[in-house]
Every structure is written in C-alpha cells, then in structure tokens.
C-alpha cells in the first residue's frame, strides 16, 4: 500500500483559536470581525491556543480527490501545520513524523505545494537516520521557492492587500518567522539581483534588522536555514519537481529613494522560475500560476505518472508535450504591466464597459480573501501601487482601467512591454494630481504607441506620454547626472532662519522656479508634506502647503524619464497659523489673598532652535491697586487685564480678559451660586471647558457636569480650555495634628514613631490623598531657622493616619557624619527636626518638628 502525504504552503492551513475560526475568515459578514480576530491573534506565535485541523479547500480539495479517486490500495492523509512558525518547529516535525510511523503503507510519497516543499526537505533531511524516512520513495514539489521569493519582501515591508485596503497585517506579517524563510537568499540575489544596488551583505543585515526588531534570533530562522538547504536529501528519495511559469512574476525591485518600483520576469506570479528550480534532474515546466498549480490539470496528470506509473520524466514530458527549460527561455511570455502609483482606486473595464475587477459590489464569500490578500492572476501591490499584468495573447484593443481618487494627491502611470521574457519599451506617462472631483481613464492596447491616458474633471484633458525604447533603458544607471529643482517659498510672513529652517504664519505656498535636466530629460516634479499626499508641481507653478502647527517637514524633488531621483530637497518649516495661535498659553492661580499670572508658549523650544528669541509678553491692568509684575492681590476689583506679546517679528498682539475679584471671594469662601461661577469663567474667557476637576481632602476627580455640590465641597477647583487654565485654592491652611507626640528621643531604643492626621480649616475630615514629602534635618543657621535635610522617610496611611517612623541607628549615623566636620557649625548637636512638606510646586511646608535627643 501507498500512503501519500497532501503538504500546503504558507496560508494553506485552517487556523483556530480556541474553537474559533480566526484564519482564512470564511463569511463576507465575519470580514470586519474576522480581520480584527486574525491581526491580533496571528501574531502570537507563542500561544499554544491556536491551532489546525484542516488545509484549504479551495486550493488542495480538488487535489486531494483526484489522488484518492486515482488509485486503489492507497492511503491519502492531508498535513495540516501552523504555517506562521518556523519551518523546523519541533511539533510540526513530530506531527508530520507521526503520520509516517502510524501508516501500515510501505511508500510513502510527499506531494508539497509552495512553502510545503521547503517543510518537506527539511523534515527529510532532520530525520534521515530514522528507520521510517525509509519508506519515503518520493518528493514531489510543486512552485517551491527554493531561492525564495521577492513578493515576501514586499509583504514583509509593505503588507498584503488591495489599495482600498492599504497595508493589511502590516504590523502581524514581520511577526511570523516563515515569512523570513521565503526572503530571495543568497544564490538569489548573487546570480538574479535582488535589490537594485545592493549586495548580499547589505540585503542580509536588512533581514537580521528587521528580525531583532521583532525579538527573533536571525540564527534559528535564517542562518540554519540556509546552511541545511544545501545539503541533498537522502538519496533513495527520488525528487520530482513542477514549476510554473509563463506569468509575468516580481523578480527584482528598484528603490530610488522617493519610490519603490517592482520588477518582473518569467515565473508563476509568485514565485520567479529561476528560485523554483533546484538541482534535481527530475522537473516539469507546467504554464499556470502559482495557487493554480494544485488544480492545473496537467499536474495532476504528472502526479498519476510519477505515483502510478513511475514512468520517465522524458516520457511523462514527451506524453504532455511540454517544453523544457531551455525552450521557456528561447521564447520567453509576452505581456504588458501597467503601473498604477496613487492614492486611487482602480477598476478593470471590458469592451462593453463591465467592470471584470475592482467592482466590490460583486464580493462574494468566493474570491473576498483574494481580495483581501491583494491575490489575483494579473494584479499585485507594491508600497501603494497597484500592477496590472496582462498577455498580449489576449485582445487588449478594448481594455481600459478606470482610476479613482480616494483622497487627493500625484497619479504616475506607464505601460511596461514585456517581449521574450524581458522588459522592452516602456510608455510613461507625466504625473498628474487628482482629487474627489476627478477620474481618470487609461486605455490599454496591443500597441504601445497606442496606449493612451485621459483625465476628466474640468472637462476632458490628455496627459503627454513618451516611449522610452528598450534598448536605451539598460544606459539609464551609468554615470548620470541627476536633475535639480530650483524653488522657494512665498507667503506674507515667512523667513529663513537657518539653512532649509524656515519660521512662517499664515499661508505658505511653494513655487518651482526652474528644474536643471541632468542627463535626461525630467518627467516630473513632486513635493509633499510631511511624508503625506505626494503631489505634482510644474515649472513656474505655485502650490498652496497644508501646513499644521509647528514643526513641517517639506520634500520636493524631481525626476527624469528613466525615474532617476534627484537628492531629495528636505525643508522644514515651523509654522504659526494666525495672531490668536501666537498668543500664549496663560496659567492663573488663585488663592485667598492673591493670583498669579504665568505664560507658556509651547512652541519655546521650538524658537530657541532657530535662535529666534521667545515672544515677550506685557501685563497691563486697567487698576494697578495690589499689582507687582504678575502678582496680583485681591482687593475687590474689577480688574480688566490686557496682554500685549511683542513676537518673534516683532509684531505686536494683544488681548485682554476680566478677573471679577468680588466673585472670586465668593467662589473661595464657597458661597457663589453656580451662575456667579459661569459669569465668573466667561469674564476669563472659560466657559468653553470641556472638563473641570475637583480636588476635595487631597483627593482629585474630573468631571463634566457642574453642580452646587461639586463647588461648595471643593478644596480646590481647576478649569482649562485651549488657551487658559485657571486654578482656584479654596483652603485657608491644613493643620497637623499628632496622635502621639514626642519631644525627646532616647538614642537607646531602637526607633522613634511618630503618628498624625491632617486637617483642613473649612473641615473636620481626616484629609488622606495628601501626597507629602517627610524629611529628617538639623538647622543649619538657628537664626533664621533653615535646615539641611539628611535623609527622607518613607510614610504609609493606617487607620486614617499618617505613620512614619526611623531606626536610631540611622540618625546616630547622620549625627556621627556631622560631628566628622564641626568647622562647618558653632554649635553642637542635640536635637533633630521632622519637617513634612506638602509635594507640589511650592513644596509647602506644614510643620517642623523639634525633637531632643537623649544619649
């Protein structure tokens, strides 16, 4: 008997957390809930809650009846595995061991799809010298990703998902180590390229950056890894492998700087056919796409003549009539990409104007993962950009996309003409910017001079195109001198402060006055604002900056017709919106016999770093009565108070507010009615608060209500808008109170505690949510009685009181220390003080207690 051995790639089995379903969501109406679900718990690699029971329908059922139904006296299992985890986890190689020593069958065949393959060798290899690794005859691998793939970097970078969806599990994906194990390796990038640019060293420490980020040992996941998928598999174990190729695949990508640009070749969609094929002499060359290959009919009849048969590769080749790997590359596939970058939504129109993708209206519980995963036989995404893969065997005469703006900035658009496999000429477009009011058509043709982009909004208006031939491309990189942008900005009160720091208010817009073409013609102009809404600019041209408050940061750059970046330009602007933003922050507090006046300004430290002095600010009274430079005491006025802010210009701004002094008496001794209280605040311009706070026997609440009980009660009350702050002390003193008080402390008794409770003058509650600070000290000068602190004591509140206590050999310890400099004082020491503050600003003092000492 025959046991056969069904192993999915990546995604390909059913995860549960707990009983719940959390991988793939399987319900349109459970895609909120269930994208939720999975972005928290897919991440948790640790957690011994997830788990599997089953593989993935839509892709390996029709496959697994097709080798049940082919066949008899043969034993079909399918491997489901927590496809997150490394691929040498422990349980996942115990399990899949236990399927092989279970089985009475005496050949074992492993049918591996994607990742699956890579599982399957290692699994072999680790277990060689197991009596039951005997009984494999067989691997069949099929779209494995030897070299790895470079779509696992964009997903490990960028997410997964369609645009309308941008960056999905962005943050779980770096935290599943398979993905790692799928990264282009070495052999990749050495002999294809990988990063333009880059080498393996550079791409390497990339890989190890991003894994420590995440807490993982690069070692485990990466570098033993590569180490063991050099070895062979044992060599009894005949090693079939299928490829797929003929679809435009992502094999290399070009950072510019500004933008990433995803690179094709031959391949499956997914996987490049140059890291699908290994050492073995057994291969198939299948035209089908990578998710397809387990439901390509061709495979399966492969698999009947290697399970069945055991026939030659050279006769199942010659009895299927397909190619070889040499004839793929003689003839290469024929396409076009058409790159989409934007903040858009882009749909697939036919020749009778039906939408074929991007209608969400047409979502079914069928194809919504595909369209979650961003998976699709002729789309992919890269950093934003959406791709468009086509094949010229196709009639493109009537295709054309439809492009709608999600939120406003730059569309970039070329048609990429694949012949014999390779990159031909290129058609791009000039960059446009679009918004709600606007839509786009681009008409897709076999011929590129044919291919053509519409713009509709304020009439109907056709963007400039240039064909850039195929064989001028492969010059583009060497020895080229980059384009500049000349450009300044222009508003009514902007300076520049320090080279690329500007100080701006109000309105500030850009204006390019001129770009110098480097080797090549420019294309286009960009800038953009604080790394959002990347925008088109052209010469002589003036753009309107979103600027927020403070500080901006300001890109703008160009670029020729082969994409060549210049340096980017970085500018940063601090930027006050209006005279009312430039006045101060004001801070009021308020007791029973004066208030004080203190000004922020938020942006302080902000100013200092242009070296432009901080805005000076004046307090003018309309009744100097009591007033000394920001103290004020209450002598029953109604005092009208005007700032005058002379600013970083040296212009002068001014506004005023009213502090009715009768009111505040009223408010202070709790006899002010509520509308007293609310005239009060608007006088100060607060009756806007969206909150106030309580602070009643040390303790402070918040609340949003204001109410007769709330006030009266107060100790203190607290109100805040955006521009002022007011604080009101109700308390005339607290007074402390001893339980046990002691004038003498006798060195020979092993401590001194001391007990109390603190009390207000308007209350005769125990005050507990009193944040202290309780020191021991010696006077210093007894003349004007100032004290040095030695040590400060912890306290803690029992039965309603305050307790502390300390070990006479600690102060014998600090009085010993003393004597060591008695130059330092006239007198001897003989007593002691416990000073108890209260910790807040003033830290005010309650009491000092003189204590004696006795030796």
């Given at each position: 008997m025959k046991q056969i051995i069904i192993i999915p790639g990546i995604l390909g089995s059913?995860?549960?957390?707990?009983?719940?379903?959390?991988?793939?969501?399987?319900?349109?109406?459970?895609?909120?809930?269930?994208?939720?679900?999975?972005?928290?718990?897919?991440?948790?690699?640790?957690?011994?809650?997830?788990?599997?029971?089953?593989?993935?329908?839509?892709?390996?059922?029709?496959?697994?009846?097709?080798?049940?139904?082919?066949?008899?006296?043969?034993?079909?299992?399918?491997?489901?595995?927590?496809?997150?985890?490394?691929?040498?986890?422990?349980?996942?190689?115990?399990?899949?061991?236990?399927?092989?020593?279970?089985?009475?069958?005496?050949?074992?065949?492993?049918?591996?799809?994607?990742?699956?393959?890579?599982?399957?060798?290692?699994?072999?290899?680790?277990?060689?010298?197991?009596?039951?690794?005997?009984?494999?005859?067989?691997?069949?691998?099929?779209?494995?990703?030897?070299?790895?793939?470079?779509?696992?970097?964009?997903?490990?970078?960028?997410?997964?998902?369609?645009?309308?969806?941008?960056?999905?599990?962005?943050?779980?994906?770096?935290?599943?180590?398979?993905?790692?194990?799928?990264?282009?390796?070495?052999?990749?990038?050495?002999?294809?390229?990988?990063?333009?640019?880059?080498?393996?060293?550079?791409?390497?420490?990339?890989?190890?950056?991003?894994?420590?980020?995440?807490?993982?040992?690069?070692?485990?996941?990466?570098?033993?890894?590569?180490?063991?998928?050099?070895?062979?598999?044992?060599?009894?174990?005949?090693?079939?492998?299928?490829?797929?190729?003929?679809?435009?695949?992502?094999?290399?990508?070009?950072?510019?700087?500004?933008?990433?640009?995803?690179?094709?070749?031959?391949?499956?969609?997914?996987?490049?056919?140059?890291?699908?094929?290994?050492?073995?002499?057994?291969?198939?060359?299948?035209?089908?796409?990578?998710?397809?290959?387990?439901?390509?009919?061709?495979?399966?009849?492969?698999?009947?003549?290697?399970i069945f048969e055991s026939n030659s590769m050279e006769c199942i080749n010659d009895k299927l009539h397909l190619q070889t790997y040499q004839e793929i590359l003689d003839n290469g596939f024929e396409g076009k990409v058409v790159r989409v970058a934007c903040p858009v939504n882009v749909s697939l129109i036919d020749e009778n104007g039906e939408m074929i993708y991007g209608d969400l209206s047409k979502v079914n519980t069928d194809n919504f993962l595909k369209l979650l995963l961003g998976q699709s036989d002729n789309i992919e995404y890269i950093d934003g950009d959406v791709y468009f893969i086509f094949n010229n065997k196709n009639d493109l005469t009537s295709n054309k996309l439809l492009v709608q703006a999600y939120e406003e900035g730059a569309v970039s658009i070329a048609v990429e003409e694949y012949k014999n496999g390779r990159i031909g000429d290129v058609a791009k477009f000039k960059t446009f910017n679009m918004d709600y009011s606007k839509n786009a058509e681009v008409i897709i043709n076999n011929e590129l001079d044919n291919c053509n982009v519409k713009l509709f909004g304020d009439g109907e208006k056709k963007i400039t195109r240039i064909i850039l031939k195929g064989e001028s491309q492969s010059e583009s990189n060497k020895n080229i001198i980059l384009p500049k942008t000349e450009y300044n900005f222009i508003g009514e009160n902007i300076v520049e402060v320090d080279t690329n720091k500007y100080l701006a208010i109000g309105n500030v817009e850009i204006y390019v006055d001129k770009v110098i073409e480097g080797t090549y013609d420019v294309l286009d102009t960009f800038y953009s604002v604080n790394c959002e809404n990347v925008k088109s600019i052209s010469e002589k041209e003036k753009y309107l900056l979103d600027l927020k408050l403070g500080d901006n940061l300001i890109k703008i750059y160009s670029t020729d017709k082969y994409e060549n970046v210049e340096l980017i330009n970085e500018i940063y602007i601090y930027h006050i919106d209006s005279n009312y933003d430039r006045l101060p922050f004001l801070k009021v507090k308020m007791g029973r016999e004066k208030y004080t006046l203190i000004t922020e300004f938020n942006e302080s430290k902000d100013l200092e770093k242009f070296n432009l002095i901080v805005p000076k600010v004046e307090f003018l009274f309309n009744d100097n009565d009591g007033v000394l430079f920001n103290y004020i005491e209450i002598k029953n006025k109604m005092r009208e108070v005007k700032l005058k802010v002379t600013d970083s210009f040296g212009t002068l701004i001014s506004d005023s507010f009213i502090v009715d002094e009768k009111l505040l008496n009223l408010i202070i001794d709790s006899k002010a009615t509520l509308s007293e209280l609310k005239k009060f605040l608007k006088l100060l311009r607060l009756n806007d608060f969206k909150r106030f706070k309580v602070i009643r026997n040390g303790v402070k609440k918040s609340y949003k209500v204001l109410t007769n009980e709330r006030v009266t009660d107060a100790d203190s009350l607290e109100f805040e808008n955006s521009t002022i702050s007011i604080n009101i002390d109700k308390m005339k003193e607290y007074r402390i109170m001893f339980s046990n008080m002691s004038e003498y402390f006798n060195l020979s008794e092993n401590e001194f505690k001391q007990q109390f409770s603190i009390f207000s003058n308007n209350s005769t509650k125990e005050i507990l949510g009193l944040k202290l600070k309780i020191y021991l000290a010696v006077e210093d000068n007894s003349e004007t009685t100032q004290f040095t602190n030695l040590d400060c004591i912890e306290y803690s509140i029992k039965d309603n009181r305050y307790n502390y206590n300390i070990s006479s050999e600690k102060i014998k310890k600090h009085l010993s220390n003393l004597k060591l400099n008695p130059d330092m004082y006239e007198y001897e020491y003989n007593a002691i003080y416990f000073l108890i503050y209260i910790d807040n600003e003033e830290n005010t003092l309650l009491r000092a207690c003189k204590i004696e000492i006795k030796y």
């Open positions: 059913n995860l549960n957390y707990g009983k719940c379903p959390i991988w793939p969501p399987t319900e349109m109406e459970f895609f909120v809930k269930g994208l939720v679900v999975a972005i928290r718990n897919l991440s948790d690699i640790a957690t011994d809650k997830i788990t599997t029971d089953s593989i993935d329908k839509g892709t390996y059922n029709e496959l697994y009846e097709f080798i049940t139904e082919a066949g008899s006296d043969l034993k079909v299992d399918r491997f489901p595995y927590d496809w997150r985890k490394n691929n040498f986890d422990a349980n996942t190689m115990e399990e899949l061991m236990e399927l092989i020593v279970d089985t009475s069958a005496d050949e074992v065949i492993l049918v591996a799809h994607s990742m699956g393959g890579i599982l399957s060798k290692l699994f072999l290899l680790l277990n060689k010298d197991n009596e039951y690794i005997k009984k494999v005859k067989k691997l069949i691998t099929i779209g494995t990703p030897w070299k790895g793939s470079p779509k696992a970097y964009i997903k490990l970078k960028y997410g997964i998902g369609a645009v309308h969806m941008p960056h999905v599990f962005k943050s779980t994906i770096p935290k599943l180590p398979s993905v790692y194990q799928l990264l282009p390796n070495k052999c990749y990038t050495e002999n294809k390229g990988f990063i333009a640019n880059k080498d393996w060293n550079d791409i390497y420490k990339e890989y190890v950056d991003i894994l420590r980020k995440n807490g993982f040992n690069h070692n485990k996941i990466l570098s033993e890894l590569y180490e063991k998928m050099n070895e062979n598999i044992p060599n009894w174990i005949e090693h079939h492998e299928i490829i797929g190729y003929s679809k435009p695949t992502l094999t290399s990508i070009r950072d510019v700087g500004a933008k990433v640009f995803g690179e094709h070749g031959d391949g499956d969609g997914t996987v490049p056919l140059f890291s699908a094929i290994s050492d073995t002499k057994y291969k198939y060359f299948i035209k089908s796409e990578h998710t397809s290959l387990p439901t390509n009919c061709q495979v399966k009849e492969i698999l009947r003549e290697i």
